[in-house]
């Protein structure tokens, strides 16, 4: 068995929860810049537009996955963009366990539930749970209308309101615009960059953006030391708000393709590219994605979508923004269930491929990025502790996880397309209670389950099947990678499992 230089998981995930950093909306007190004024809002009531909403939330804790953390609360200012309608970002509704309604000047209050989210785009639609209370909330507000998106140069306003009633509007010149990341890592989308000295005020934890008396997007974070707004686009909430109307909201889609750019001569050369085509090389087509059902394969070089040209390092020509990042033609300027055109390079040869894009759910990841809402899974048996493998867990090890998280688990994060057929999800032993059970086995952790008496265990529901199909017997444990079996008595275990149960831990498994 290989040397594992790392602490013990149960430590490690106690000592070190990811750390959630606090959007830069909550504003620090910062000087006026000369790009920027803090002034009272517009002449019409902008009051009437907005709400406050209060959110409590509660994760589970990583290390303990039967029990939740603490509960943490946060205040928020909201834009309302329909009748009974308010529009925020999914940061502030994650793990929610309660939701609601403020009315500015703090008179009125209506409980509130989530009617759409996307923890990707980062933004939720909000409605009232009681069809009274919010008609008595609601009632003489003036929802606000989405702008047309504005240009690098122009001028946004970032709302504010002060606990005494005070609205503040900053204005900043709108410096850059570009597909970035900004609530979970990978997940890019169109995002404004804003040139502001934000103050200090009440339920600053996002904001609504203005263009003139309209919405032009979400304050999603503030950099008080730049002064630099990141705002979630109008392109992205019209879509948002477009998809979530009907009240079936599927989300953004995906094409399902990693790539790789082009700009090294001798590499083009091998991909058979001529000096005036540019593209990106596609090095990996996720299994039952849009771009493998349409036909798509590793290899290939992606010109253009729908008659949009990619160049050498994946940007294309906005009409009204100029040089953005390929991943908005799919993610910002279309549907799912709708069809698009690829151009492609095979074997210097040109295909137009036909490909209908698709949700790619977070569930269906072999590591999920994400598990907002859900109560992790997991095994407690004998005193050891099994669960399945997610980022928030990888993060876990700290701020560099990437050099501290196991390489097996660094692995099946990256390059899922070698367990594809094979598991659903990757089972690991993180750590043991000591017991009488556990005898010599307490230094064993971040060990991926393969077998569980004979069986191949492709998930925690398997896994749970596995010993539960071997009442009476003695359980016999195999890991990938390691030439060592883990026996478990299933008496001792059973009578571990009943006083772990008396202790405080109330339930040994879940496989939701």
């Not at 992790?376 to 867990?393: D, K, M, S």
Request: proline share 6%.
């Amino acid at each position: 068995m290989r040397l594992r230089h790392i602490l013990p998981l149960l430590l490690i995930l106690n000592a070190c929860q990811p750390k959630k950093a606090e959007p830069a909306a909550k504003a620090e007190p910062a000087p006026q810049g000369p790009t920027a004024t803090a002034e009272t809002a517009p002449k019409a009531d902008i009051r009437r537009s907005v709400v406050r909403i209060n959110s409590t939330q509660q994760t589970w804790n990583l290390g303990q996955p039967w029990e939740k953390n603490p509960p943490s609360r946060r205040r928020a200012l909201a834009a309302i963009v329909g009748p009974q309608r308010v529009l925020t970002t999914s940061e502030l509704v994650a793990d929610s366990t309660y939701l609601e309604f403020e009315s500015p000047d703090g008179t009125l209050f209506a409980q509130a539930k989530v009617l759409a989210v996307d923890y990707e785009a980062n933004l939720a639609l909000l409605g009232p749970a009681s069809e009274i209370e919010g008609k008595l909330l609601f009632e003489n507000t003036n929802p606000l209308d989405l702008t047309t998106p504005p240009k690098i140069g122009q001028t946004l306003g970032v709302l504010q309101i002060e606990d005494n009633g005070l609205p503040l509007l900053t204005s900043g010149n709108v410096q850059s615009i570009d597909v970035t990341s900004n609530f979970l890592p990978g997940h890019g989308f169109l995002t404004y960059l804003v040139k502001a000295s934000m103050q200090s005020a009440a339920s600053s934890y996002s904001l609504p953006v203005l263009q003139g008396e309209k919405l032009a997007g979400i304050l999603i974070s503030y950099n008080s030391k730049d002064q630099i707004c990141e705002v979630a686009s109008t392109d992205i909430v019209s879509r948002f708000l477009l998809e979530s109307a009907d009240g079936d909201y599927k989300g953004f889609p995906s094409l399902g393709i990693s790539i790789a750019r082009t700009e090294d001569t001798s590499f083009r050369q091998w991909l058979k590219l001529t000096d005036d085509q540019g593209g990106i090389y596609i090095h990996n087509v996720r299994k039952g994605g849009a771009a493998e059902t349409a036909g798509v394969k590793k290899g290939d070089v992606l010109l253009a979508v729908d008659g949009q040209q990619i160049d050498r390092r994946g940007f294309y020509q906005h009409p009204n923004y100029g040089s953005l990042f390929w991943g908005h033609l799919i993610r910002g300027e279309k549907s799912t269930g709708d069809t698009v055109t690829l151009s492609i390079i095979r074997d210097g040869n040109p295909l137009e491929i036909k490909a209908i894009l698709t949700r790619e759910e977070e569930s269906a990841r072999l590591v999920p990025g994400y598990n907002f809402g859900k109560a992790p899974n997991y095994l407690v048996i004998g005193g050891l502790l099994f669960q399945e493998l997610t980022r928030p867990l990888l993060e876990a090890y700290g701020e560099n996880w990437q050099v501290r998280a196991p390489l097996d688990f660094l692995d099946a994060m990256q390059n899922p397309e070698k367990y594809e057929g094979k598991v659903d999800r990757i089972v690991f032993l993180s750590g043991s209670i000591p017991t009488p059970a556990t005898v010599g086995y307490e230094s064993l952790r971040n060990l991926i389950v393969r077998k569980v008496n004979g069986k191949e265990i492709k998930n925690m529901k398997s896994l749970i099947e596995a010993f539960r199909g071997n009442i009476g017997e003695r359980h016999s444990i195999e890991f990938t990678g390691e030439d060592i079996v883990v026996y478990l008595d299933d008496a001792t275990s059973s009578d571990v499992d009943a006083q772990l149960l008396k202790r405080g831990i109330p339930r040994l498994s879940r496989s939701e």
